[in-house]
């Protein structure tokens, strides 16, 4: 087994700082204090706040301008999809909206799977589905449900879904362990995700987006009892 990395202390300051700006002791739009200001009170050297600022500038929390200062980014009003993993983690709170998207979206992918798969990717669908009932262990099941998932928003020929779909899962990556309850019982898990995939290799939209809307109600309930 490798080692777990140990916390630098631009870690800490990164996890600080994002905390702070989530929990609004900085706003969105305001300035934060002078660098040398927000160091001491921080209790870290100016070059390790510099390192933390770059890091949430590329996630979307800050904005730097030279000679004016940094201020706190209106993530809601122009962030995007990238800062949910970040913002499930600091608050589960986020999963329920994540489940409504994932419900409408997911229940979309399928029908438009259902009309478009090919041949070479039904096929694909049935060997993944069979990989989630061979599996062996909640995660190892979960992940295969996931290709599942993957697959479905590949059949649907339009890539942006298959970017939406990573964004979904990647969205709850934070929280993943907490979530494997429906995946515990490889049998019950593919027989949840079975109607789904027959309706698709069918080619009945239908009766796929009704399949998925079940699938994804019935995951949906059993994750939040788990989290519960």
Do not use: C
């Amino acid at each position: 087994m490798e080692p777990l990395p140990r916390e630098t202390i631009v870690d800490v300051l990164e996890s600080r700082l994002r905390e702070d700006i989530l929990t609004g002791r900085h706003p969105a739009g305001t300035y934060l204090p002078p660098e040398r200001s927000l160091a001491d009170g921080y209790g870290v050297t100016r070059t390790t706040l510099k390192h933390a600022f770059g890091r949430l500038v590329q996630a979307g929390l800050l904005e730097t301008r030279h000679g004016v200062g940094t201020r706190v980014r209106d993530y809601l009003r122009l962030g995007g999809a990238d800062l949910l993993p970040m913002l499930v983690r600091h608050s589960p709170d986020w999963l329920g909206e994540i489940f409504e998207v994932r419900r409408s979206i997911g229940a979309l992918i399928a029908e438009r799977a259902a009309a478009r798969a090919t041949d070479g990717q039904r096929a694909e669908l049935r060997g993944l589905l069979t990989a989630v009932s061979e599996a062996e262990g909640g995660d190892a099941v979960q992940l295969a449900d996931i290709e599942v998932h993957r697959a479905l928003a590949r059949a649907t020929g339009n890539r942006v879904y298959v970017l939406l779909t990573n964004t979904l899962f990647n969205a709850y990556l934070p929280v993943r362990a907490a979530l494997v309850r429906p995946f515990t019982d490889a049998a019950a898990a593919h027989g949840r995700l079975r109607p789904v995939v027959d309706a698709v290799v069918d080619g009945d939209e239908t009766g796929a987006r009704r399949a998925a809307e079940e699938y994804l109600t019935a995951t949906e309930r059993i994750m939040l009892e788990g989290l519960a």
